[in-house]
Nanobody, 125 residues
Framework: QVQLVESGGRLVQAGGSLRLSCAASGRTFSRYAMGWFRQAPGNEREFVGGINWSGDNTYYADSVKGRFTISRDNAKNTVLLQMNSLKPEDTAVYYC?????WGPGVSDSVGYDHWGQGTQVTVSS
């Protein structure tokens, strides 16, 4: 079992940067692949990116590739989402999630067993 708490969301201007953190409880964090998802008002939850157990493999949605970077520190039970060159369309509630699986389907929210409560990111134009 793992519990997740996101932080770092705030209002930022377009073109700016923001780093979100996801803190995990429990001693099994390193067993989980981690994903970031986001949901804007009126939209379905969408995949942002993911990172495998060891942190040496990442995968991103096309919409954020080259702008967002995911990393993790298993010693600190933390996963980070560094967001650069932010756009107004990045405005959403951002969630981190944990999955015991990595590979095909990593972008599907169904495969994630544990979710945080979300943190709001607002990008002004």
């Amino acid at each position: 079992q793992v519990q997740l708490v996101e932080s770092g969301g705030r209002l930022v201007q377009a073109g700016g940067s923001l780093r979100l953190s996801c803190a995990a409880s429990g001693r099994t964090f390193s067993r989980y692949a981690m994903g970031w998802f986001r949901q804007a008002p009126g939209n379905e939850r969408e995949f942002v990116g993911g990172i495998n157990w060891s942190g040496d493999n990442t995968y991103y949605a096309d919409s954020v590739k080259g702008r967002f970077t995911i990393s993790r520190d298993n010693a600190k039970n933390t996963v980070l989402l560094q967001m650069n060159s932010l756009k107004p369309e990045d405005t959403a509630v951002y969630y981190c999630a944990a999955s015991l699986h990595w590979g095909p389907g990593v972008s599907d929210s169904v495969g994630y067993d544990h979710w945080g409560q979300g943190t709001q990111v607002t990008v002004s134009s």
